[in-house]
């Protein structure tokens, strides 16, 4: 049951505004003045509170601020027989969800109302799938390597550096993504993700830059690019050291210059885009044998994080291992399982040649072919079958 506070110090008014939410099925308070609802709102957590704006003591707008300033989650609907356009203004720029003036509506305030609850409960909602992907997304490990690329991250996070992430696949290299754009000012914009090693070649430019209608012969209509849709935000171009030299060129440009050209057009589109990028291959090789661009190497290379393989950093396993038999049980809405001693030791010594995303499908596949508690015997059997 939704739970409702008024705030007026008209006793009629609360009167009748109770009297039709309760009848909705609403579970309702009062409160008099400005100052009581000011402490029933500290004390409580309300879904939404109806306020009026004029009231003794504490002044709506002044004790919606406040509410605010608390990181309440409650919708605030202001209510006054005084309303104008300014005042409706400034009662959503301090954060109320809607203003009605009185006497109200009754069809106007109860859509109001469910409304206002709507939103509360999609609020609600993001952030606790905010909180999980975070979960599935958190770089573990107390080893030296993985803290120096936890701490590099959150370092360079919030500045507007790019980034040349490397290391092995399934070494994690997206999960460093994830975080620097977590802790960057750009996190409320979008993170836009290309695999570079699975868009043929003769595909990439559009997939990266779009295209206008009939750049080409199956372009039946106009395609926004990636660079587009990052533009705000934040672009990860993954396995870059996959990219055609036609494309590098372009990227080139794109990054010296803050502006593309869709395949087939002519017209200059100007972007804001932080550039991520990543790779399992030794660039500086490439470079030599003629495969990458060096300019474009250090237009990344600003900043060079470097994520170990798992068989550099086995103290890890373990972390690893507990996450993701959490992380398992809560998908499959089971108990957590248990490791033995001897089993764990025996998971840190084998090889994992891939990496962090190996060991989580080996956990996944003891989870489910194995009881309660995993034993060494289990991981014997199902950590490296034989094919």
């Not at 005084?82 to 009662?91: D, I, K, L, M």
């Not at 470079?287 to 300019?295: L, M, N, P, Q, Y």
């Amino acid at each position: 049951m939704a739970k409702l506070l008024i705030i007026d110090d008209e006793k009629a008014i609360r009167g009748a505004l109770r009297d039709i939410l309760e009848y909705e099925g609403y579970s309702v308070e009062e409160a008099s003045d400005g100052e009581q609802g000011l402490e029933m709102v500290k004390n409580n957590d309300y879904d939404v509170v109806l306020c009026d704006i004029r009231m003794p003591k504490i002044e709506g707008l002044d004790l919606l601020l406040r509410a605010t300033e608390m990181g309440k989650g409650t919708q605030f609907i202001m209510i006054s027989a005084f309303g104008n356009v300014e005042t409706a203004v400034e009662a959503t720029k301090r954060g109320a969800f809607d203003f009605i003036s009185k006497p109200p509506d009754l069809n106007r305030l109860l859509v109001t109302v469910r409304n206002a609850l709507e939103r509360g409960k999609m609020i609600t909602e993001t952030k606790v799938l905010k909180k999980r992907v975070y979960k599935l997304n958190e770089i573990v490990g107390d080893s030296d390597a993985i803290r120096r690329v936890i701490d590099t991250s959150d370092r360079v996070g919030p500045t507007e550096a790019r980034v040349l992430i490397t290391g092995p696949n399934g070494s994690g290299k997206e999960m460093v993504a994830k975080r620097l754009h977590e802790r960057s000012n750009r996190a409320h914009m979008p993170l836009i993700e290309v695999n570079c090693a699975a868009i043929p070649s003769e595909l990439i430019e559009s997939e990266l830059f779009g295209h206008e209608k009939g750049a080409f012969t199956s372009a039946i209509k106009q395609r926004i690019g990636k660079f587009e849709q990052a533009d705000g935000g934040t672009l990860f171009l993954d396995e870059i050291g996959d990219m055609s030299l036609s494309a590098q060129a372009k990227v080139l440009r794109a990054l010296q210059e803050n502006k593309i050209t869709r395949v087939g057009g002519d017209k200059e589109i100007k972007i804001n885009v932080r550039v991520f990028a990543a790779t399992n291959k030794n660039l500086q090789l490439e470079i030599a044998e003629g495969r990458f661009r060096e300019d474009l190497f250090h237009r990344l290379n600003v900043i060079p994080i470097h994520v170990p393989a798992l068989n550099q950093r086995p103290t890890d396993v373990p972390l690893l291992v507990d996450k993701f038999l959490q992380d398992i049980a809560d998908e499959y809405g089971q108990p957590t399982k248990e490791v033995t001693d001897d089993a764990m030791k025996y998971l840190q010594a084998l090889p994992w040649t891939g990496n962090v995303r190996e060991l989580r499908n080996v956990v996944e596949r003891l989870v489910i072919m194995c009881g309660d508690v995993i034993n060494l015997d289990d991981v014997k059997l199902f950590a490296m079958p034989v094919i």
